[in-house]
């Protein structure tokens, strides 16, 4: 399996300006989604992921775009997903502190 390429946040503004909707997955803790965060993305804070896998099964031949407060939680998230077996996770570079920057 290629490790996809992660995106940055220009990337990802420029395709929302565009109305596309990627998958995009902020792992970070429910009260840091509700202070900011990117519109259209699920909230799954990083510890609860394992348990989520199933919600997110219909994804894994897709894109799947996961952000955090600056990019570690989401690097995480990024490893995790490949190891079963999503095929393209992509870590938003500077997670939401660049997102909002």
Partial sequence: MIASADIT????????SKGE?????????????QESNIAGAQ?????????RLDDLEDYKNQEVIVQCR???RSA??????????F????????????YNS
Avoid: C, H
Wanted: aromatic fraction near 6%; proline fraction near 5%.
């Fill in 21 to 33: 909707t990627p998958v995009i997955i902020d792992v970070r803790e429910d009260w840091e989604y």
């Fill in 43 to 51: 909230n799954i804070p990083l510890g609860t992921l394992p348990q």
């Fill in 9 to 16: 946040v220009e990337e990802l503004k420029e395709r929302l």
């Fill in 70 to 72: 600056s990019g570690n």
């Fill in 76 to 85: 995480s998230a990024k490893a995790f997903l490949q190891q079963q077996g």
């Fill in 87 to 98: 095929s393209n996770v992509r870590n938003l570079l500077g997670g939401i502190m660049a």
